[in-house]
């Protein structure tokens, strides 16, 4: 009956994104396969995310 | 107790000797560290002019390196120029100071994150990617465009509203924004971070990452950077979708994409 949701998590901090913050979620704008995740506070932040497979770093 | 006293106090009295050592290495070893950072011995041609239009910096110019324009083209378009105000967001994309003060934007990495733009943009269907251009001097070059890629123009004043109230009319829906600068354009990124889209912004050394999702570093304050700019990510855009040869470039020239300066503004100056 108890199913566990699970959060999509952010890739610049790790945390769960929770849901209806700003955040967004676009491909790697170099490799174009990883899905890229950011939280509202690490946007707001300006803070570094890494594409862990092709390794570009934004913003 | 005075043998005591004496022993006690020895190794007290060898500490100071010691700790100068210590400061001497730190001192040895702190200029090596600042030699690797400095700036190229190369001389260059000093211009206060931001938009630095007649200005060609002579740089380093390495054998395997590969730019999307001539590196003159590029220096005398004055897309490296920055501002004398440095954030420490842009901090990697610096490459130099000048002795004026100006801080010179690495041209390499702006190449490159030219490349990575069009990349990204051209996985959007076209009419999905907005460019909000609020500055005067990126009018043009964001109409020019947005002709060639078919973009959706936001130019002039951005109407509160115009991407996050669904009850406004002219209300545009795109899965991407481009914003000429960050805090000139500051509503744009705010309502695009509202409703949850990417922000790619062309960040000069005085902005900030705040709400940006991907950044170009570019003087974005210039006539010339910004048609150059423009036309060069367009281009780019293009060759990616495969609408034109990877060698080719599109119909219209960087002239085109140029604002025009009327002849008051031409007399002021």
């Known amino acids: 009956m108890s199913e566990k949701l699970s959060l999509v998590t952010c890739t610049s901090c790790g945390k769960p994104i929770p849901p209806g913050s700003e955040s967004t979620k676009f491909l790697c704008p170099n490799c174009g396969e990883i899905q890229i995740k950011r939280d509202g506070k690490c946007r707001k932040f300006g803070r570094l995310y890494k594409c862990p497979k092709c390794g570009f770093q934004g913003p | 107790m005075s043998e005591d006293q004496v022993k006690e106090n020895q190794p007290t009295e060898n500490l100071p000797e010691e700790e100068p050592v210590e400061e001497q290495i730190e001192t040895v070893e702190a200029p090596v560290e600042e030699t690797v950072e400095p700036a190229p011995e190369v001389p260059e041609a000093e211009v206060v002019d931001e938009e630095a239009d007649e200005e060609v910096e002579v740089a380093e110019t390495g054998p395997e390196e590969t730019l999307l324009l001539p590196r003159d083209t590029l220096l005398s378009a004055g897309i490296h120029i920055g501002t004398r105000m440095k954030t420490l967001d842009m901090e990697p994309f610096i490459y130099r100071v000048r002795p004026d003060g100006l801080f010179v934007l690495d041209v390499k990495k702006t190449d490159d994150r030219i490349r990575t733009t069009a990349k990204f943009l ?95 570093p570019t003087n974005n304050k210039g006539r010339r950077a910004l048609a150059v700019i423009f036309w060069l990510i367009a281009r780019q855009v293009l060759r990616e979708r495969g609408e034109i040869g990877p060698d080719k470039d599109p119909p219209v020239t960087i002239e085109d994409f140029e604002a025009k300066v009327t002849r008051e503004e031409e007399e002021d100056t």
Request: aromatic content about 6%.
């Open chain 2, 122 to 216: 051209s996985r959007y269907e076209p009419s999905k990617v907005a460019i909000a251009a609020t500055r005067l001097y990126a009018h043009e070059p964001v109409k020019m465009f947005c002709k060639l890629t078919g973009a959706t123009p936001l130019i002039g004043r951005f109407i509160p509203g115009q991407l996050s109230n669904p009850q406004y009319k002219n209300r545009v829906d795109p899965e991407v924004i481009v914003v000429c600068d960050p805090r000139a354009d500051a509503q744009a990124v705010k309502e695009a971070s509202t409703v949850g889209i990417p922000i790619v912004a062309l960040c000069s050394t005085d902005n900030e990452f705040a709400g940006v999702d991907l950044v170009i």
